[in-house]
């Protein structure tokens, strides 16, 4: 019975043994994964880069805002400044609403012409 006993033990032992060394490899595992794909930090010039190409942007964003220019001239779409579409929207709708919604419309329909319609479906060859 003593021989019995002995072996359930060390059977137990044995598991817990490979239970803790299984769980030891998952963590050494996990601990060099997060070392090996950790992002690098963002150093002093990669912050250089972002600021500048922020300062492009916003200087890109308010000439458009400030300064006319030439959306589309196949089409004839202009950009205009805020103050002066303001002023000639207020100038068209003031006359004549009805008029000036439908020249929006109009406008609206030149700059997004619709997409084209789909091909015709080909008629399956078992028809």
Do not use: H
């Amino acid at each position: 019975m003593n021989s019995e006993n002995k072996n359930c033990c060390g059977a137990k032992v044995a598991y817990a043994v490979a239970v803790l060394g299984a769980i030891l490899i998952v963590v050494f595992l996990d601990r060099q994964l997060k070392k090996y794909t950790q992002a690098p930090p963002v150093d002093v010039n990669r912050a250089g880069e972002r600021a500048k190409a922020l300062a492009e942007i916003r200087e890109t964003e308010q000439k458009a805002l400030d300064e006319t220019g030439w959306i589309d001239p196949v089409k004839g779409i202009v950009r205009l400044k805020i103050e002066d579409a303001m002023a000639l929207t207020e100038r068209e709708w003031k006359k004549d609403p009805a008029a000036a919604r439908t020249d929006l419309l109009a406008r609206v329909e030149k700059a997004n012409p619709p997409p084209p319609p789909p091909p015709p479906v080909k008629p399956s060859a078992f028809e």
